[in-house]
């Protein structure tokens, strides 16, 4: 009975081995085999013998095997957002605020989002020159060349010429931007500057008060116009007004000189007989002297 005893527990052992060893071998499978999901670009990078380092970096799409020697990275290709600001509660804790020199040696700062992608055919080429993933890329190589970009730019301004022409800036700097990205295979969607510039508050002073002034002035050639077209339309009210008597003049003047033409003697005989009540007139003028008639 013992021997059948060890027998049934050696069998038992040999049960248990075998569903580990395969236990070990599926979970080894299946750590060496992952999925690239749509929208990625895997990497798979070699860390060992002579064909390891920076030239054995290869494309991976579909499902990847890869040994235990053997990292797989994966570079997202779908728009990503990053944004650059000196708000703790948005995007880092830290101040990650641009600023930037302008061309009278003043410092503005300004709070910056990006969309941008990494071009699929550039994956690998961007994994070989920086040798990180993409959330430290956007933080550290892609931030370098957007301040070189914006400094680039805003040394062409004064202070109060970049505080003016706010929107003109930001659409040279973005051209910059996606100039100096592009090269590196980073497709830019957009940059946008968040909130105003922020300027030496004794700038903005200067600024609001031109400001002011211009408005004051404007308001004022307002008031000169309105006063003008006030003044252009009384001259114009009695232009018709006189226009309006010039021609009612000429009418009754013509219908007197039409009437004056239509007058005969025989016309004023014929209007004296209309009149005349058949009564001897009590007064008669005569060569210049008056006749006296009884009644």
């Not at 499978?29 to 290869?58: M, W």
């Not at 503005?108 to 993933?133: C, G, L, Q, T, W």
């Amino acid at each position: 009975m013992a021997i059948k005893n060890s027998s049934g527990i050696g069998g038992l052992f040999k049960i248990i081995g075998a569903l580990a060893a395969v236990i070990v071998i599926i979970t080894i499978i299946s750590s060496a085999c992952k999925r690239i999901d749509a929208g990625h670009v895997g990497l798979v990078v070699k860390l060992y013998g002579s064909e390891r380092g920076v030239q054995d970096v290869t494309e991976a799409t579909g499902w990847v095997w890869y040994n235990p020697f053997t990292t797989q990275i994966e570079f997202p290709t779908f728009v990503q957002n990053v944004v650059f600001t000196r708000d703790a509660t948005e995007g880092s804790r830290s101040n990650e605020e641009f600023r930037v020199t302008t061309k009278d040696g003043l410092v503005v700062s300004f709070d910056v989002s990006m969309n941008y992608r990494v071009a699929p055919n550039k994956a690998a080429e961007i994994f070989r020159k920086y040798r990180k993933p993409l959330e430290e890329l956007d933080k550290t190589v892609m931030r370098n060349y957007m301040r070189e970009a914006y400094n680039k730019v805003s040394g062409k301004y004064t202070a109060e010429q970049l505080y003016e022409n706010k929107i003109q800036f930001q659409n040279e700097s973005e051209a910059e931007i996606k100039s100096f990205l592009g090269r590196e295979g980073f497709v830019v969607e957009q940059v946008v500057l968040l909130n105003e510039l922020r300027l030496p508050q004794g700038v903005v002073d200067n600024i609001n008060a031109k400001i002011n002034a211009r408005q004051i002035a404007l308001k004022k050639e307002q008031e000169v116009a309105q006063e003008r077209a006030e003044a252009q339309k009384e001259v114009e009210k009695a232009k018709g007004y006189a226009e309006a008597m010039r021609i009612r003049a000429e009418a009754e003047s013509e219908y007197n000189r039409k009437l004056a033409e239509s007058i005969s003697p025989n016309l004023i005989e014929y209007e004296k007989i209309k009149k005349w009540n058949g009564q001897t007139p009590q007064y008669v003028g005569a060569g210049g002297g008056i006749i006296v008639q009884p009644k």
